[in-house]
Each structure stands twice: as C-alpha cells, then as structure tokens.
C-alpha cells in the first residue's frame, strides 16, 4: 500500500489487469502473439493468462509476424477484437506491409464499409542492452501513417486504463509499451477511469520551460524536471501519451506560457515524431517562441550493446537539463 | 510604363510624407527634373524623376506617408515624341541607393520581437555579449526602464510636416537617434593637426580680388577642396560600414554638415567633390546652404555622402571632435580660423591657422590611415595655387 492509502502495482501488473479485464469483460476478445500463451509472455505481461482463459483465447502463434498481424487483421474484420502482441517494434517491421497496406488502409479502400478494431501491442525502447535488433523506438515511424491511432502509455496508471479505450476505438491503434517502464511501480486506483486517448497530460505544471515526451522517455524527463527545479527552473512535463493524432491544444498552450521548449524522444532526431512536433510548434505558436525549439533524441546509430554506449546514445536527464538551460541562457 | 518610387533620402529613411506634386498627368518630364516634394523628419526635399517620360497616374495624394519603394506613380517612358529614344524603357535603379545597415542587425527571439513591437522597444538597441539572441526577458527590461534611460527611439511626424515644431522636434528626435547609434556602435578614434592657413588666406585675397562679391570664395571651399583631395588619396576613411565590412564610396561626396535657423541640423551633399575647381565647389555650396536653410533640398542632394566635414567657422570653438554619422566611417572637423603665434624657422609669429580634427571609425581604419589623411589636408592647405 503506498502512502496515499491506494495499491501499487508495477507497470506489467497493471497491463496484466487491464488485459484480463477485456477478456473478461468481451468474448470477442483474444490475445495471440509469440509466447504469450506457455511461457506467459517474454515480459511476463501474459503471465497466469493462458491458465484463466484457455488455449482458444490466449493463442500462441507461429514466429511469423506478418501472418499472424495478418490473421488479426482478418479475425478484426470479422467480427473480433484481437489484441496482438509483437515481441519488439523492431520485429513489426516484418509485419509492416499488414500494419501500413491492410490495417491502416482498409477502412479507406472499402469506401468506409470495414473498420479494422485491432490492437496490436509492441514493446519499444532502450535501456536494457538488448543491442540494435530489441532496441528501438520507430513508434515516431508508425504515427507517420494515416489510419492509425498510435498511444504509448509512459504510467502505471495509464498502462491499466489505456487498453479499454484503445479497443472500443473501431479503428487499429498501436500500443507501444517501453521495455524499461515494464518495472516501474505506481499507485493505482482499484476501479480506474478509461484514459482519454485524445489528451496528451500534463505531468508536472511549470511556467519556465515546456518538456514534451512520452512513454519510457517519461522518467527521465521528470528526473531532468527535479534537476532544473532544484536550480530555480520550474519546468512543465507534457506527455502526449498520443503520438499519432497530436494533440495540438496542449502543447501550443503550454509553449504560449512558458514560450521555451525541449522535445525529448528516444527515437532518432531526424525525421523522427519530434521533427514533427517542433514544426508543429513553429507553425503555430513562432511568436511566442523565446528560443529554438531544442530537441533530445537518441544518437543516431543502431543502439549499442555496451552498456556505457548505450546509455550515451540515448536521452538521459543531464542532456534534457543541459538543453533547456541552454534556453534560459 | 515605369514606376516613380519613394526614394531613401538618406541611410535613416524608412518612409517619407508626399507633400506636393508638381507635375500632373500629362506632363513631359525628363531625368533630374524635379517631380514632387517629400519630407523626411528632416526637411522638405524635391524628388527629381530618373528617367525621361511623361507622367502617368499619381498613385499617392499628397499628405501621405509610404515607405520607402512604394511606388508614387506611373511614368511612361515610351511615351510618343519620345525626343530620346535611347532612354531605356526599363529605367536602372534610382541613383540614389544608398548602402543600407540590414534592417535589424540584432538576433533576436520571435516572441522578443514581438513583444518589442508591442512595448515599443527598439529591440536594435539591445544586443547582448557573445551574441547571444535578445530574449523577451531583456525586451521587457527595456520596456520598464525609465525612458530617460532609454535608448532614443526614431519618430517621425505624422501630423501634417509644415507645423515648424513638429518638423523640429522630429530632426531632434532623428539627430538623437543617429548620433545614439553612432556612439553607442562606432569605435571612435580622434586625431587633429593644427594647420598653417597663411598661404591659403594669402592665395585666396587674390583670388577674390578680381571677382564680384557674389562670387567670393570664402575659406570653408578651399578647406572643403582640400578635404576632399585628401579624401581621394585615402579612400579606407571614404566610404561606409556596412554588414560588418568596410564598403568604400563610389566617389567623393562630401556632405556639408550645416545649421539651421533654429535649431538643428543638415548635411547637404556635394557630389564629386574632389572634381569640383574651387570656384564651382563655392557655388553649389552657396546654393546648397541657401537652399538647406529654406527647406528645398532636392533629394540627390542629400543622397549617399561618403564623408562628412564640419566647419565650425569664424564664431566657432578651436576645434571639433565630431561624432561620426553613421554608416560612414570618418568625419572632418575645422574649428575657427584665427590668428594664433606659430613657430617657424625658429621664429614665432602671428599666423592664421586651424584645427583639423579626424573622428574616424575604427573598425575600417587605424591612426596611421587618419594621420595620413590629416598630413594630405596640411600638404594641400600649403599649395592653395594646386587646388
């Protein structure tokens, strides 16, 4: 029990519960993915699931991303609600051509007569000396793609209530969990609230300087946010949770008070989703910029083994603080 | 069909109040016949046209303020009965381009500008060390310092420019800014020689002997001759800064600092100074302080100086270490002409003599490039019968 009088529970339990909760709560739903059924998951997310819901609805599949992203896709159209998991987004690129050319496509080239309510699950990020093959974050090369709606919870308590919203939505939405967030550990209500897709949050109000993240880049921004305050600069923390569509509103809202900003993305700088969000920021909020719009991205080389390597590839607190002290300068 | 534009009367004009038309469609005009009357916050100047055509629409009614470029009406230079064919329908750029400072030299954030804009801060005026962009932060410093402490801001009237008081406090407000920038931007450097004037004095009682009072030739030409010989022989202090790098002038036009009946002042420009005989530079410096002190300059005349003299004149201190007017790079100064004892041969007399003074821009010259500019003034000053 935390201090707040509410249970924690870790990032993973919490997915866990969310997971259970659709599947006890919809019959169409079904988990399938590589591992997810016996060995319960190789983030342990499906662990104990097989046990409660059978072989039929916890399915593990062949190592085929394209055909089992496929077979998702078919069983969404017809009728289901599948929730497929794919080891790493590195690996989904094997199923690209079902993500981008059938489940972001049909719904179009059926003159809008075939939604597709498929989600599909990914495993992100750095962090966990994985090397360059497990390492990557290309969500920023999903929310590119028109007809997708693509979330990445960064909390506890989203991890639990994004997963409802992200099957009632009658359109595929791709749900990127970062690797290092697996053991994070926060409070949780018993009975959550649905998250709003649409909002990005504001995890810390501050007027001097707007940080804009998501996802498993969440931590170390707010570890930069207690650096700067400690030194007089009170940093605001906006996690967009959607990365694909942007929410506009609250970022041009918090860059017109605090008029500086560093988008922090573990993704590579260029053409990456913060590229598109600082030309956002300068399409629509330029004169009320005191400053460039900074960004802290991961050094763009397939992400080392080394440990020390890859920490310095990535966005760590002291660069996002260097970045936005050079701001205030 | 070409477009008679607003010119720039100057390197600190922006805009400019048409005041008066003095031609009408219809008319014939030809290059350098004056065509309307505008005011700067200085003076009422008469715009001449830059080609041969006759006048089309009048795009502006008097009383209106422009900018710079805005086009002020149409001349058909093809226009039948042409006498000069040879006029090129497409008419060159008006001479009177003047090298330019970028329009905002300073970095600047957008929301700074903006809100400079909004305050009214002249956000030019608020560079920071090391280059560093001006941030909104040092724009509403500006805006909350008291305005005594604040650095001039250009203001130009918009009242009708015929209110005498206007037109006054406008040329203050104008002088302010220009010598504020000149100061505050212009690494200053001053040298002065005081010169022997008794051959020059001698040669010039001669000269006018002859001649009707109208025609005398009165000190300041031959000061101003000799000034501009010098200036021909040193052209690193003739010319402009501009962008960071030394630009020099494409002759010497000299401008002629002088004062005005109540306050203020003109820098009307002699054009080619360096080829003018003596004789013709006193009369088109005669006609030009007259016409100054009326308030009818024509705007050649007050285009691109590449120096500027001031001669403080009999009343005058002994010496002057003026402040550069910027974007040029130099200025000459002469104090009164008086007689003073001179040593000579080791002897003292009683001479006539002045104080030439260089206030030169540091960033385009040195000491050694201004003392030998002092040295040709002297050496021209000796030889009155050359010049």
Not at chain 1, 114 to 139: C, D, K, W, Y
Not at chain 1, 280 to 299: K, N
Request: glycine residues 8%; proline residues 8%.
């Amino acid at each position: 029990m935390s201090s707040a009088g509410r249970p924690t529970m870790t990032y993973r339990e919490a997915l866990r519960a969310a997971l259970r909760e659709a599947l006890r709560e919809d019959e169409r739903v079904f988990l399938m993915g590589e591992d997810v059924g016996a060995y319960g998951g190789c983030f342990a997310v499906s662990l104990g699931l097989l046990e409660e819901f059978g072989p039929e609805r916890i399915r593990d599949t062949p190592l085929s991303e394209s055909a089992f992203v496929g077979a998702g896709i078919g069983a969404a159209v017809a009728g289901l609600r599948p929730i497929v998991e794919i080891m790493t987004v590195n690996f989904s690129l094997l199923a690209l051509d079902q993500i981008l050319n059938n489940a972001a496509s049909l719904l179009h080239m059926s003159g809008g007569q075939f939604n597709v309510p498929l989600v599909i699950r990914m495993t992100t990020g750095a962090g966990r000396q994985l090397a360059a093959q497990h390492s990557h974050s290309l969500e920023g090369w999903y929310a590119h793609i028109p007809g997708l709606r693509v979330v990445a919870p960064a909390t506890v308590a989203d991890a639990r209530g994004m997963l409802r919203p992200a099957l009632d939505d009658p359109d595929p939405v791709l749900f990127f969990e970062h690797g290092s967030l697996y053991n994070t550990s926060g409070p949780l209500e018993e009975d959550p609230a649905p998250v709003d897709l649409d909002h990005a949050a504001v995890r810390r109000p501050g007027g001097d300087v707007t940080l804009v993240t998501y996802g498993g880049s969440l931590p170390p921004t707010l570890e930069a946010a207690d650096h700067l305050a400690a030194g007089g600069v009170d940093a605001e923390v906006i996690d967009l949770r959607t990365l694909r569509p942007l929410d506009d509103a609250t970022i041009m809202d918090s860059v017109r008070r605090t008029h500086r900003v560093v988008v922090v993305d573990e993704g590579w700088r260029s053409g990456s989703l913060s590229a598109e969000v600082s030309a956002r920021i300068t399409e629509q909020a330029m004169y009320d910029l005191d400053g460039p719009v900074e960004r802290v991205c991961s050094a763009e080389v397939p992400l080392p083994y080394a440990q020390h390597l890859e920490e310095a590839a990535l966005p760590r607190p002291d660069r996002i603080v260097a970045a936005a002290r050079r701001l205030l300068e | 069909m070409s477009d008679f534009t607003m010119p720039s009367l100057g390197a600190d004009m922006d805009q400019g109040t048409l005041l008066e038309w003095l031609v009408s469609p219809g008319d014939r005009v030809h290059k350098g016949d004056p065509v309307a009357v505008v005011d700067t916050s200085k003076a009422a100047i008469e715009v001449e046209v830059f080609e041969d055509g006759v006048v089309g629409e009048l795009l502006v009614p008097p009383g209106t303020t422009v900018q710079v470029g805005t086009p002020l009406a149409r001349i058909d230079a093809t226009g039948s009965g042409m006498s000069t064919p040879a006029a090129s329908p497409a008419a060159p750029a008006p001479s009177v381009a003047v090298p330019r400072p970028p329009r905002s030299s300073v970095r600047a954030t957008p929301l700074a500008r903006r809100l400079a804009d909004e305050l009214g801060v002249d956000i030019d005026r608020l560079g920071r060390p090391g280059g560093l962009p001006v941030r909104a932060e040092d724009v509403r410093a500006a805006a909350q310092r008291p305005p005594s402490d604040q650095p001039a801001v250009e203001q130009r009237p918009t009242e009708p420019p015929s209110a005498v008081a206007t037109r006054h406090d406008s040329m203050r407000a104008t002088i302010a800014a220009r010598m504020s920038r000149a100061n505050r931007d212009i690494p200053h450097y001053f040298l002065s020689s005081d010169v022997d004037l008794g051959p020059a004095m001698r040669w010039l009682r001669e000269h006018n002997l002859p001649l009707p009072v109208a025609e005398r030739v009165v000190p300041a030409a031959l000061l101003l001759r000799a000034s501009a010989l010098a200036a021909a022989a040193t052209p690193e202090l003739n010319g402009f800064w501009v962008d960071d790098g030394f630009v020099p002038g494409d002759g010497v036009h000299l401008a002629v600092a002088t004062s005005l009946r109540g306050g203020g002042l003109l820098a009307p420009v002699l054009h080619d100074a360096d080829h003018l005989s003596v004789d013709a530079l006193m009369a088109a410096l005669r006609d030009l302080v007259t016409r100054a002190r009326t308030g009818r300059l024509r705007a050649a005349e007050l285009s691109d100086p590449t120096l500027t003299v001031t001669n403080l004149g009999d009343q005058g201190a002994d010496s002057v270490h003026g402040v550069i007017y910027p974007p040029q790079v130099a200025l000459v100064g002469f104090g009164r002409v008086a007689d003073r004892p001179w040593a000579v041969e080791g002897l003292l007399g009683v001479r006539p003599s002045t104080t030439v003074t260089l206030a030169a821009d540091h960033r385009a010259t040195d000491g050694f490039t201004g003392s030998r500019f002092l040295a040709l003034v002297d050496h021209h000053l000796q030889h009155p019968e050359d010049l």
